[in-house]
C-alpha cells in the first residue's frame, strides 16, 4: 500500500482545489476548504469571507487563477504558504468584452483539521492589475 503522501504535497493540492473552485463558482465547496474562524478577502467566518468573493466573481463570466512559485512551511498542524497567482477575469453585461487581470502572491495560512488542510487565513498582494476593474466590481 503507498505511503500518504506528504504534508506539503497535501498543502499544495489543496491551494489548486481552492484556485478551481473559485473559478467553477462552487461556493459550498469553497466554504468547505475554510476553517470555522478563517480571516481572508479582508472578512472572518466562512459566511462572510465566501460573500466577499462572491461579490467580485458573481459579477464576471469566466475566470482563471493559476498558481506558481509554491513555497510550503510546515510546522505540526500548522503551515505557511505563499505562491505568485495570476487571475483573469471577463466581463459580463455591459462590460462584455472587458478583461481585468491581477498578478501577485497569495500568503496563506493552513490548519490541520479531521477533514484535512483547511485555508485559515489569506492575505492577497496584488502587484499589477490590467484592463478595466470594474469587472470584477461588486453591483451597488
Given at each position: 500500500m503507498?505511503?500518504?503522501?506528504?504534508?506539503?504535497?497535501?498543502?499544495?493540492?489543496?491551494?489548486?482545489?481552492?484556485?478551481?473552485?473559485?473559478?467553477?463558482?462552487?461556493?459550498?465547496?469553497?466554504a468547505a476548504t475554510l476553517t470555522e474562524?478563517?480571516?481572508?478577502?479582508?472578512?472572518?467566518?466562512?459566511?462572510d469571507v465566501v460573500a466577499r468573493v462572491r461579490?467580485?466573481?458573481?459579477?464576471?463570466?469566466?475566470?482563471?487563477h493559476l498558481l506558481g512559485n509554491i513555497r510550503v512551511d510546515v510546522d505540526g498542524d500548522a503551515a505557511r504558504t505563499r505562491c505568485y497567482f495570476r487571475?483573469?477575469?471577463v466581463g459580463?453585461?455591459?462590460?462584455?468584452?472587458?478583461t481585468y487581470e491581477c498578478l501577485g502572491e497569495y500568503r496563506d495560512e493552513w490548519r490541520r483539521e479531521p477533514?484535512?488542510?483547511?485555508l485559515a487565513g489569506r492575505v492577497i498582494d496584488v502587484r499589477a492589475e490590467i484592463g478595466d476593474r470594474g469587472v470584477i466590481a461588486p453591483l451597488s
Open positions: 503507498p505511503e500518504p503522501a506528504p504534508d506539503r504535497v497535501r498543502i499544495t493540492d489543496r491551494l489548486h482545489v481552492v484556485a478551481v473552485l473559485l473559478d467553477t463558482k462552487d461556493w459550498p465547496g469553497f474562524d478563517v480571516v481572508a478577502y479582508g472578512r472572518t467566518g466562512p459566511a461579490s467580485h466573481l458573481d459579477v464576471c463570466g469566466a475566470t482563471q487571475a483573469f477575469h459580463l453585461g455591459d462590460r462584455a468584452g472587458a477533514s484535512g488542510w483547511l
